[in-house]
DNA sequence: CCTTTTAACTTGCTTTTTGCAAGTTATGTG
DNA sequence: CACATAACTTGCAAAAAGCAAGTTAAAAGG
């Protein structure tokens, strides 16, 4: 992890029901249809491009990626950067406080994995989440951790 | 734990994006903004009416209730049951794939916890879930386990 | 009993969010 | 220079959320 000025705080999200809850909290982050799904798709399948995130399995819509991607971003889960290379793309990541999520995220996997008779969940992850969970969030965080984070 | 009849498989329940994703089939479950907001209220606070979901702090609509209370039910998370004694009131509560989501519950609690600077969270049970998170898991679980569970 | 409360909803209507299709802009590419 | 493409934006229809009021059946009080 190197140290650079990113995750700075994000002054501009207040969450919306502000009574100090912790569900409530993590709602206003992620409570809708879709944002848990952009995070699944950094974590989990290492997309980075608002176009990787449009061609993903659930076929969300532009603008509503568009929308979820910006307030994603002000709540501080994400950080979008240009690509130095390439000046038309850009990279999409999850900041520290979006990474944080990976135990939540695993915990959704073990519980539809052991729900839905038509999951598709790889079972060899699935077993290791109850055989070696810290294990493999630490190598998730890493392995999702760009060299700027 | 009694073993009656209860927990029965809902054949009437198919999720909406069966893509197999075990992360989009959580959100077919509880993917809005009120349902994890009930599954609190069973889990974390022992409510198990409709008017002690109604008067939680989040201050739910009448209707947005009734209809997520169905959809839940549907989705085989909790389970109605008239109370024997006054036949006026339903006493709710979660079935065992309701009580399933305690770890996913708990991570949340950890992660707000540690990102909302205004939290209420519970500084001795935060400390749990790093400390004792199994112990915890089981504890509440059990809890939140009626007899005729 | 008979009136009043109350629990658990339902209905009607307005507002907000989601979803679809098409359009725009600034690069990049052959 | 013509064309493709990444990353959006815009306009409008459809669905969901939110608000206020109404309904129903059972319990509680007098």
Redesign the pocket.
């Known amino acids: 992890m190197t140290t650079s000025d990113e995750d700075k705080d994000p002054q501009h999200f207040t969450p919306k029901r502000d009574t100090g809850c912790p569900i409530a909290f993590a709602l206003d982050h992620f409570g809708?249809?879709?944002s848990l799904i952009i995070i699944r798709d950094l974590l989990m399948r290492g997309h980075e491009?608002?176009?990787?995130f449009?061609q993903g399995d659930e076929?969300?819509?532009?603008?509503?990626?568009?929308?979820?991607?910006?307030h994603l971003e002000e709540a501080g889960l994400i950080h979008?950067q240009k690509?130095a290379?390439?000046?038309?793309?850009?990279?999409?990541g999850l900041t520290q406080k979006g990474l944080a999520l990976a135990p939540v995220m695993l915990e959704l996997v073990r519980w539809s994995a052991n729900y839905d008779p038509n999951t598709k969940a790889n079972p060899q992850i699935v077993a290791r989440i109850t055989s070696d969970r810290e294990g493999l969030i630490k190598e998730i965080i890493q392995k999702r951790s760009g060299k700027t984070d």
Chains 1, 2 share one sequence.
């Open positions: 809708d249809k879709w491009t608002y176009g990787q449009l076929r969300i819509a532009t603008n509503i990626l568009a929308s979820r991607l910006k979008k690509n290379k390439n000046r038309r793309s850009n990279v999409y």
